[in-house]
T-cell receptor
Framework: DSGVTQTPKHLITATGQRVTLRCSPRSGDLSVYWYQQSLDQGLQFLIQYYNGEERAKGNILERFSAQQFPDLHSELNLSSLELGDSALYFC?????????????FGPGTRLTVL | GQQVMQIPQYQHVQEGEDFTTYCNSSTTLSNIQWYKQRPGGHPVFLIQLVKSGEVKKQKRLTFQFGEAKKNSSLHITATQTTDVGTYFCAGRRGGGSNYKLTFGKGTLLTVNP
């Protein structure tokens, strides 16, 4: 158990819909990262937040957005869903002390778009 | 953009055989991390390499970072069934506030008992 929690564990929805994935980081970690894992693309970095502010952006689509709240939990919003958005979405957290540090991954949310 | 290539994509070994996965970056990396993901699980951090030519060992696992800081390898000696999973390398380019990790596509290791 990494200490990072993600809800829901599974999500099944239809094309065109909008969903919200939730992540609570490990106690004391200020930074949250979102990743998308699919069979063909591997593990793709989406976005990073640090203490409520966006810090780095990866291959995140415009239909996707994220935020980190004052209590440090984060939400990833996926809208106008397409079949290709079906994937495992991982959240990771780290202390982020200004030097490269370990990321602790949550158990993931499996999204299926029908 | 930065690319991290990992080979092989799959490796099947008999228990007791050695295993190596290789990671190559198109650009010089500031550091590289290795993760293991068990089937149905999430990536778990194994180690981080920072210095040119660095070698680190964890029991049967040996990690190397190339002199040019563009490649890395993970070698497992005498594999066991508990080693099954996908091994990912993840490289970070630059320093400062650049915390974007670029992951390789991973090597799936299966071990025949």
């Amino acid at each position: 158990d990494s200490g990072v929690t993600q809800t829901p564990k599974h999500l099944i929805t239809a094309t065109g819909q909008r969903v919200t994935l939730r992540c609570s980081p490990r106690s004391g970690d200020l930074s949250v990262y979102w990743y998308q894992q699919s069979l063909d693309q591997g593990l793709q970095f989406l976005i990073q937040y640090y203490n409520g502010e966006e810090r780095a952006k990866g291959n995140i689509l415009e239909r996707f957005s994220a935020q980190q709240f004052p209590d440090l939990h984060s939400e990833l919003n996926l809208s106008s869903l397409e079949l290709g958005d079906s994937a495992l979405y991982f959240c990771a957290s780290s202390v982020y002390t200004g030097v490269p540090d370990t990321q602790y991954f949550g158990p993931g949310t499996r999204l299926t778009v029908l | 953009g930065q690319q991290v290539m990992q080979i092989p994509q799959y490796q099947h070994v008999q228990e007791g055989e050695d295993f190596t996965t290789y990671c190559n970056s198109s650009t010089t990396l500031s550091n590289i991390q290795w993760y293991k993901q068990r089937p149905g699980g999430h990536p778990v951090f194994l180690i981080q390499l920072v210095k040119s030519g660095e070698v680190k060992k964890q029991k049967r696992l040996t990690f190397q970072f190339g002199e040019a800081k563009k490649n890395s390898s993970l070698h497992i000696t005498a594999t066991q069934t508990t080693d099954v999973g996908t091994y990912f390398c993840a490289g970070r380019r630059g320093g400062g506030s650049n915390y974007k990790l670029t992951f390789g596509k991973g090597t799936l290791l299966t071990v025949n008992p």
